[in-house]
T-cell receptor, first 114, second 115 residues
């Protein structure tokens, strides 16, 4: 079975540009999560969805960040405009929501803002 | 608010030896799950082991086992017969049960395996 698929794997862009990160969750999973990982702050939950609806976006750093889930098989995390401090690895994860099931993570997108 | 603390930023162990990674957490809930995730240099997040708080028996997965002390809110990971492939960042994580699906991660412990 395919796992969580993220694209791109690496992204390098100049500050001020719009960045779009993509995620395809595991088929049948009802929950989707976006995380950011940095050396200083570790793994931070940015936002999560249940049945395509955003449930908790309290981790989204500021208005420059937005996330959408137009259908059960696709989600995007957008940063506009990007800043150097947004450089991090961004992970997407999904799970069934059944009580004892863990989250399955994608391979992450390493984002570098110059 | 729930928090997860890993007090050892880095650890080293000789190949074939045993190592224990510490984790403590803070919660007012009585029912929850605890996890250890492994993140090797490839960057993948891999679930190593999970523990249900209502189970007294410590979880075990091959060379990996936990010491779950609910009263002390402690959840350590023991790796026996350490192998070079165990070198990774290890994250302890907490999730409430029957509430929402947010996982709270510790800051991680980087484990080095010495040949």
């Amino acid at each position: 079975d395919a796992g969580v698929i993220q694209s791109p794997r690496h992204e390098v862009t100049e500050m001020g540009q719009e960045v779009t990160l993509r995620c395809k969750p595991i088929s049948g999973h009802d929950y989707l999560f976006w995380y950011r990982q940095t050396m200083m702050r570790g793994l931070e939950l940015l936002i999560y969805f249940n049945n395509n609806v955003p449930i908790d976006d309290s981790g989204m750093p500021e208005d420059r960040f937005s996330a959408k889930m137009p259908n059960a098989s696709f989600s995007t995390l957008k940063i506009q405009p990007s800043e150097p401090r947004d450089s991090a690895v961004y992970f997407c994860a999904s799970t069934t929501g059944l009580d004892n099931q863990p989250q399955h993570f994608g391979d992450g997108t390493r984002l570098s803002i110059l | 608010a729930q928090t997860v603390t890993q007090s050892q930023p880095e650890m080293s162990v000789q190949e074939a030896e045993t190592v224990t990674l510490s984790c403590t957490y803070d919660t007012s809930e009585s029912d929850y799950y605890l996890f250890w995730y492994k993140q090797p240099p490839s960057r993948q997040m891999i679930l190593v082991i999970r523990q249900e708080a209502y189970k007294q028996q410590n979880a075990t997965e091959n060379r990996f086992s936990v010491n779950f002390q609910k009263a002390a809110k402690s959840f350590s990971l023991k790796i026996s017969d350490s192998q070079l492939g165990d070198a990774a960042m290890y994250f302890c994580a907490y999730r409430r049960r029957n509430r929402d699906d947010k996982i709270i991660f510790g800051k991680g412990t980087r484990l080095h395996i010495l040949p």
